[in-house]
């Protein structure tokens, strides 16, 4: 069984409509993340929660919104998708405090989605 | 500006050699680095993490650290075509948005059968 699970894994969709991507983990962690990726630029942090009432905004938010309903869910959404928003999107929990060092990361299968 | 810099690469080499792959970041404070390994539309797997300057070794992965120059490495001894994969680099640490892992671009790795 899959420790971190997104839906839909691929997504076509047009310029001005709100798409909601969903993360959900078995693993008992506390602190997950939204990453986008995109060729030759590496993963880019869109935003990130270390706990139920904890959100965060990462190198890239504009443009996203995220809500974390329970430990185990982390959702991110675009408003008003851009072609420019089509890429990979990966969530990721992870599994020390912040200020320790370490901290391994885990990634879900990715979404691969497209904005027309 | 955090920043983890890699040779985008593609490195080529051939099956049976070792393969080395290269990382430096810029946050002189970073204590924890990170290698994963990223087959093409999939997602990153870890491999290796180390903490400490010197060689951590894993099997056929060795990872490098070198704190001084801000310099970490990852070599794959007896590279195999099943290695052929994009490597992608990271680093925990802070910036104007928190403690985050901070990844390099990845270097694309090509083992010749």
């Known amino acids: 069984d899959a420790d971190v699970t997104q839906t839909p894994r691929n997504r076509i969709t047009k310029t001005g409509k709100r798409i909601m991507l969903e993360c959900s983990q078995t693993?008992?962690?506390?602190?997950m993340y939204w990453y986008r990726q995109d060729p030759g630029l590496g993963l880019r942090l869109i935003y990130y929660?270390?706990?139920?009432?904890?959100?965060n905004k990462g190198e890239i938010s504009d443009g996203y919104s995220v809500s974390r309903q329970a430990q185990a869910k982390f959702s991110l959404s675009l408003e008003s998708a851009i072609p420019n928003q089509t890429a990979l999107y990966f969530c990721?929990?992870?599994?020390?405090?912040?200020?320790?060092?370490?901290?391994?990361?885990?990634f879900g299968p990715g979404t691969r989605l497209t904005v027309l | 500006q955090k920043e983890v810099e890699q040779n985008s690469g593609p490195l080529s080499v051939p099956e049976g050699a070792i393969a080395s792959l290269n990382c430096t970041y810029s946050?002189?404070?970073?204590?924890?680095f990170f290698w994963y390994r990223q087959y093409s539309g999939k997602s990153p797997e870890l491999i290796m993490f180390?903490?400490?300057?010197g060689d951590k070794e894993d099997g056929r992965f060795t990872a490098q650290l070198n704190k001084a120059s801000q310099y970490v490495s990852l070599l794959i001894r007896d590279s195999q075509p099943s290695d052929s994969a994009t490597y992608l680099c990271?680093?925990?640490?802070?910036?104007?948005?928190?403690?985050?892992?901070?990844f390099g671009p990845g270097t694309r790795l090509s083992v010749l059968p």
């Open positions: 990721a929990t992870s599994d020390l405090e912040p200020g320790l060092a370490g901290g391994r990361q885990f």
């Open positions: 693993k008992g962690h506390d602190r």
């Open positions: 929660s270390f706990d139920v009432k904890d959100i």
């Open positions: 946050d002189r404070g970073s204590q924890s």
């Open positions: 180390i903490y400490s300057n």
């Open positions: 990271a680093v925990k640490m802070w910036d104007n948005y928190g403690q985050n892992f901070v």
